[in-house]
Every structure is written in C-alpha cells, then in structure tokens.
C-alpha cells in the first residue's frame, strides 16, 4: 500500500493568481497522476506526472494552466495558474504501485474555491 | 478499459444487504473488475477485484456470472458509514491510469 499527503488541504483564492498543490507519498513510485473532481461529478485524469520529464496531459488540460513537477520518486506539484471560478473543484493526487492491476492509491485531496 | 454501467443512485435502510450490479458487455479475456469506494470529502478507495465466480473480503463480496458481462457488489448489512459512491471499473492496464464512470451513489437510511 501506500500514504499519500496533499498540501495544502484547503484553499480559497482568487480569480488570476495561481496554487502549488503539493503530493508527497510514503515510498517510491513510478506512476503518479493528478485528477480532478467537480461538485458532484466523478473523477477527470488532468496528467500523468512523468519523473525526469514533461507530464502527459489528457485531452483538455495543457501544461500552460496545469504546470507539473516530479522531482523525484515521491513528490510532485500541481500548479493551477491564472485561476477562474471554474477551476474550483478537488484535486487529487494518486499513485499506482509497481505490478499493481487497476489498484491505485489516493491522496485525501485539495479542495481549491477560486472567488 | 471497458465501458461500465451502473445505476446513478440507490437507498437503503441500515442492517439491509445492498447489491449495486455493473454491466460490462465488453469486457475482454484478460480484464479483471476492480469497485472502488469514495467517501464524502476523501479520494477513492480500492475495496474489492475479481476475475470470475465470487470474491469476498473484509468489506464486501463480488459475484461474477460465467459470462463476466456483468458483476454485483455485494454489501452485507450496511451501515450509515457506508454513505458512499461506488465505482465499477473492468480492465486489464498495468500501467495505465484508472478512468473513473459516474459511479452509484448509495444513500444508506436510518
């Protein structure tokens, strides 16, 4: 298994600035991904947060609003810049253990308000 | 993965069996079916996975029919903490990430 911590937990900004969330994990991993889930809906993948490299984004989501960094094998950041009211949702960092079938592990998440 | 249906919502009063069934139809030979749980204001949480027949583990019981189109979530005697949104996912991707359907929001009833 794995523990997953997200920083911060919370957070109510404003519209045009930007948040660093923060995914730290408990041991090394080789996948990490970053989702997003609005009020009420289900989960949507935003990238695949490759270490040493540029993270893979789905389709609607460009590195320009949703920058990522993985440093290393336990940490990276989500980075939602120039923010509008419609970015505010939970985001969510998971992680997927080596050799594991569809179990993937979850952060608590980040619940992010943008006023 | 597979495309999954399940049923956007059910109730049930506490100390009820609950089954939330998924259909699969297209499913492939090397699929597995995993149901993730997710509780209010927390990610999702893996709670059972099967291949064929019936598993059954601490937290719930999965009944797989021979022709593994479908599958049911079985949850004996629930309890208002299990308040939650349950999701069916059916595939066989070692390395790539979970694609989350609408899921079945359970409301469990005192």
């Known amino acids: 298994s794995a523990v997953i911590s997200q920083k911060p937990s919370r957070d109510i900004c404003q519209r045009g600035t930007s948040l660093t969330i923060q995914c730290q994990v408990d041991s090394q991993v080789t996948m990490m991904f970053w989702y997003r889930q609005q009020p009420g809906q289900s989960l949507t993948l935003i990238a695949t947060a490759n270490q040493g490299s540029e993270a893979t984004y789905e389709s609607g989501f460009v590195i320009d609003k949703f920058p990522i960094s993985r440093p290393n094998l336990t940490f990276s950041t989500l980075t939602v810049s120039n923010m509008s009211p419609e970015d505010s949702s939970i985001y969510l960092c998971s992680v997927l253990l080596q050799g594991a079938r569809l179990e993937q592990y979850f952060g608590p998440g980040t619940r992010l308000t943008v006023t | ?110």
């Open chain 2, 1 to 110: 993965l597979a495309k999954t249906t399940q049923p956007i919502s059910m109730d049930s009063y506490e100390g009820q069996e609950v089954n939330i069934t998924c259909s699969h139809n297209n499913i492939a030979t090397n699929d597995y079916i995993t149901w993730y749980q997710q509780f209010p204001s927390q990610g999702p949480r893996f709670i059972i996975q099967g291949y064929k027949t019936k598993v059954t583990n601490e937290v719930a019981s999965l009944f797989i029919p021979a022709d593994r189109k479908s599958s049911t979530l079985s949850l004996p005697r629930v309890s208002l903490s299990d308040t939650a949104v349950y999701y069916c996912l059916v595939g066989d991707e070692g390395n790539t990430p979970l694609v989350f359907g609408k899921g079945t929001r359970l409301s469990v009833i005192a």
